[in-house]
């Protein structure tokens, strides 16, 4: 968070009809600490590995998806957060 703070790995989208700010640094912390998140989730209910590499697989989805729906314009982009 300090990245986005200090303006490390953001794109000023101001030439599409919605302008916004896209903040890597939080898909990239995203990306790194979801699946963590999830495999100790997994270990705890003591999963069996298919499982895990199943949660795994969808949470990395889960966040390239949230980042292809922040670089898009509407009405596209929320079909990538449904």
């Not at 986005?4 to 990239?28: E, S």
């Not at 895990?52 to 670089?71: D, I, S």
């Amino acid at each position: 968070y300090y990245c986005m703070w200090a303006g490390v790995a953001v794109q000023y989208k101001t030439t599409d009809d919605t302008p916004r700010v896209i903040f890597y640094a939080k898909y990239l912390d995203w990306i790194l600490t979801a699946p963590l998140i999830v495999v100790v989730l997994a270990l705890v209910a003591n999963a069996k590995a298919p499982v895990m590499v199943a949660l795994v697989g969808n949470a990395l989805l889960f966040v390239l998806c949230m980042l292809v729906g922040a670089t898009l314009v509407a009405p596209y982009k929320y079909m990538w957060w449904v």
